[in-house]
C-alpha cells in the first residue's frame, strides 16, 4: 500500500517504521514544521510535506497522527473524497473526520521517540464507517500485531482511559516513589525490582485478585504511620488516602 | 547458622525458603495456629511449634516475621536477653523489639504463597543497634541478595511508603483499568503490554522523565472526555483529577 503519513510525533514515528519494516510505502510525510517532517520522512524513505495542497492524491490510505484537537482541522482541509482516512487517536471519535471512507487505526502502547517498538504484541484496535475499508484496516493491522480488535468509538475511549490509569498515572506513581525516596537520599534503583514484579504479576493475574499492601489488610496502624510520614506533603496524603479508600471499596 | 522463625504468613515462607536454599538451618516455626507452623515447617524441615514457651534458645537468630501489630507482644514474650533478634517489617521502628540484641531484615518485595521468589535482586534493609549483630545481618542479606543496604528506621520507613505508591497503588490502578475494561466487556489481556513497558521503561529511566499521557501534555480536551466518560463513577473521576493534577503539579 501507498500511505501518507500526516503528523510527525511520537506515535507517527513508531507507527511509520512498523509499517515500513512490514513492507509498506510511506510515499509522503506531512507537518507543518518542515523540519519535523524532513526528519521523519528521511527514516522512511519519504518525501517530505510541510503543506497540505503538496499533498499527493494517489495514496492509498492517509493516516492522520496529530494532537487530538489537531486532527478535525487537518481532516477538515484534505480533499479526498473517495480515500481511506485514518486518525491514530484512542479518544477521538471517528466522525470528526468528516468524509466519506473513514476509519481509526489506534495502537494501544506508550511510545517514545528512541525506542524502536516491537507492534507484534502491541494491540491495535480498529474501526471504520464501511466493512471494505474495516477489512483493509484489519488486513494492515495484522501486518503489524497478533492483536488486532475491532472497537467502536465508545469503547475505545474506555480503552484509552484505562490505559491512562495504568500507564500513565502508574508512571506517576513510580515518579512520586522517585520523589519519596529521593528526599532520604535513596536511589530509584532500590524500587525497580518491586516494579518489575508488579508489572509480571498483573501478566499472570487478574490485578484485582493480587492486591498487597496495608490498604487491602486494613492495617490502620501501618496507613497512619505512612499518613504521619506525609505530613509535610498534603498533596501525598491526599493521594495516599484516597487510594487506599479506594483498594477498601473495590474489595 | 540455626534459625527460628516466627511467623508463618507470605513474608515468613518466602524467606524461609531462602535461607534454606542459601544453606542455613531453619530449626523452628512458630504460629499460634499450630496448622500454619507445621505447613510451613514441612516445607522448611522444622519444628513446628505454637507456643513460645517450646521456643528453643539456643538460635542464632530469631525473625519475628507477622502483622505489624503483633510484633512488640510476641517480642515482649520471648525470654532471650542476649540473643539476635530481628523482624521484617518496613514500617515498624526497630525498638520495639524492647531487647538488648536487635535489628531488623527487611526484603523488599511483593510476596505471595505460591510463586517462589529470587532474592537474588531483592532489595534487603538491615539495620541493628549494635555493630556486630549488623556484620550478622549483613552477612546473612548478602547470602541472599546483591542489594544489601543499611537503613534506620525513618529511611526504612521512606522505602516501604514509596513502594505503598509504586507497588500496591499501581496494582489498584491496574485493578481499575481491569474494572473499565469489563464494563465494556473488554479482555483485561488487552492492556497487559502496556503494563509490561510502561514497568519496562521505569527499568531504565527516572519515571518522572518520561511521563506520557494527556495530563502532562495538558490536552484539556482529552481530559474533559475521560472525566464525561467517568461521569457514573464519581470515585474514579475524583482519581482522575486527582493524580492529573499532581502529573501537572510534579513537572
Do not use: W
Not at 14 to 27: C, S
Not at 44 to 49: D, F, G, P, Q
Not at 156 to 177: D, E, G, K, P, Y
Not at 240 to 249: C, D, E, F, T
Request: proline residues 4%; hydrophobic residues 45%.
Amino acid at each position: 500500500m501507498k500511505i501518507i503519513l500526516l503528523g510527525s510525533g511520537r506515535v507517527a514515528t513508531q507507527l511509520g517504521l512498523a509499517l515500513q519494516n512490514a513492507g509498506e510505502e510511506i510515499v509522503q510525510v506531512y507537518s507543518p514544521t518542515q523540519a519535523h517532517a524532513a526528519d521523519l520522512a528521511k527514516k522512511l524513505n519519504a518525501a517530505a510535506i510541510s503543506s497540505i495542497s503538496a499533498l499527493r492524491k494517489d495514496a492509498d490510505l492517509y493516516i492522520i497522527s496529530v494532537k487530538d484537537d489537531a486532527i478535525a482541522s487537518i481532516a477538515k482541509n484534505l480533499d479526498l473524497p473517495n480515500k481511506l482516512i485514518v486518525h491514530t487517536s484512542g479518544s477521538t471519535p471517528m466522525d470528526v473526520l468528516a468524509s466519506a471512507n473513514i476509519g481509526v487505526f489506534y495502537p494501544l502502547q506508550t511510545f517514545s521517540f528512541e525506542k524502536e517498538v516491537d507492534f507484534k504484541d502491541v494491540p491495535i484496535a480498529i474501526e471504520s464507517n464501511n466493512p471494505e475499508s474495516l477489512n483493509v484496516l484489519s488486513g494492515l493491522a495484522q501486518q503489524l500485531s497478533s492483536r488486532v480488535i475491532k472497537l467502536d468509538s465508545k469503547q475505545r475511549m474506555t480503552l484509552h482511559v484505562a490505559a491512562v490509569f495504568a500507564c500513565n498515572f502508574s508512571n506517576h506513581l513510580f515518579a512520586i516513589a522517585q520523589h519519596l525516596l529521593e528526599s532520604q537520599q535513596l536511589d530509584f534503583d532500590l524500587i525497580r525490582p518491586l516494579i518489575a514484579e508488579t508489572a509480571a504479576k498483573a501478566q499472570q493475574h487478574l490485578p484485582a485478585t493480587v492486591q498487597t499492601g496495608p490498604a487491602i489488610r486494613k492495617d490502620e496502624i501501618t496507613l497512619q504511620k505512612h499518613l504521619d510520614l506525609l505530613k509535610n506533603e498534603p498533596h501525598l496524603q491526599e493521594i495516599y488516602r484516597l487510594l487506599s479508600q479506594s483498594i477498601v471499596n473495590l474489595r
